[in-house]
């Protein structure tokens, strides 16, 4: 496991080398300041897990200096107070500051160890209770005793003995943020932060932000954190990573060569110290091919390939999915049991799942919030799953009139599926060559062709 890391700031030199030993000694990563200049360089570079500060300092003094950290919004981690001349009036505002306790000097070295040991568990334990309710499903090991599903829970195992980068391919709403997430709990990094990205929500807000919530930012003095400093020490998921721009990949790749990064608008060089886990919903070569993504990221980031296959691939898995949602829905959001008939199950069993586990899911919250029998029967199933999309195997050509006898839905299907293999034939097969010409975002776009039976690969040379 990555070492905790812990910032001393003292000015007396032989405070500073005596608590330093002692913190190594009990297997944390330490780091020393004379004084609060120090401290704020030292604090730009790293965000530490802790902060030990002594009051009374020449210059600044401590309690200015966490005044300074808690106006400018940079107070990431539990700071403890040390103090040879403390008073109960100075002890309460270093806590109106937002300090997490107070000791003091001449210091007893078990009574220091036991804070410290008391303000990172609690400090761990508010990170871990932060959205607790809507992360708990996602830190489930997968779900499903298949042959597909049994081999990639080896295939997590294998991975989390090595700290390397991951690249988990699959459908939208297969899982693969829970593949991540189970990687990372049986990892050596397993007590450290699991910070998830998702990337398409951070690009509606322009590629300038997108940056400063990845590198972070700094701006006359004051830091804004992103992702890898949140993940230092721990695990970075970066769903969907095409979405990254050019300037993104630009950075991304040169902080994962030189194994450190600079914020946007800084001047320090940051040491790394994360395992970098990234998803995608299609083929990211396709991307590569059309000058979308950067082929050298690309190989950095495909050292180990995960594919989590649709469900529709691995459907006797279905039963047991179904009534993991039962009982955690009826768990966690206090929804009504109701059992799954077997007519229904199996008729579920026999679904598509365009929307894979993240639709099953929402269906079970369907049912169980609109049912009102014991039972969920197969035709409340049928009725809640809707009608079929017509699956199309072959094109029309020239549109004949027996079109115009269908229904409006089919009949617009059927000219999607035909416009669409139009397109890809103009397109050679490339997906972002399509994405292009039809205007659409290559995910939606890659949900539709699914839906439509229409595969890519067909139309490329």
Known sequence: ??????MVVDDEPDIRQLVSEILEDEGYRVVTAENAAKAKELHRSRKPDLVLLDIWMPGQDGISLLKEWRENDTLCCPVIMMSGHGTIETAVEATKLGAQDFIEKPLSMAKMLLTISNALRASQLEKENRGLRKQISNSLEPVGSSQTMQRLREQAKRIAQH???????GEPGVGKETFARHIHALSSRKQRPFVRAALSTSKSTGHASLNSVLFGREDLGKIQYGLLDEANGGVLFLAEIFELDHDAQSRLLNALKENRYMRIGGNDW???????MVSSSHDLQDDVK?????EELYYLLNIVPVMIPPLHEHPEDVPELLNHYVDMLTAQEGLPYRHISLAAQNFLRNHTW????????????RLLILGTETEVSLDETEEAVGARIPLFSQEIGQIPESLFDLPLRQAREQFEHDYLIYQLKQADGNVS???DQVKMERTHLYRKMRSLNVDPKKYGR
Do not use: H, S, W
């Open 354 to 365: 365009p929307g894979n586990i993240r639709e099953l899911r929402n269906l079970v919250q």
């Open 1 to 6: 496991m990555t070492a905790q890391y812990i």
């Open 270 to 276: 940051i040491d790394m110290d994360i395992t970098l």
């Open 290 to 294: 059309g000058g979308k993504f950067n």
């Open 163 to 169: 700290d390397t980068r991951v690249l988990l391919y």
């Open 433 to 435: 060559k399509l994405a």
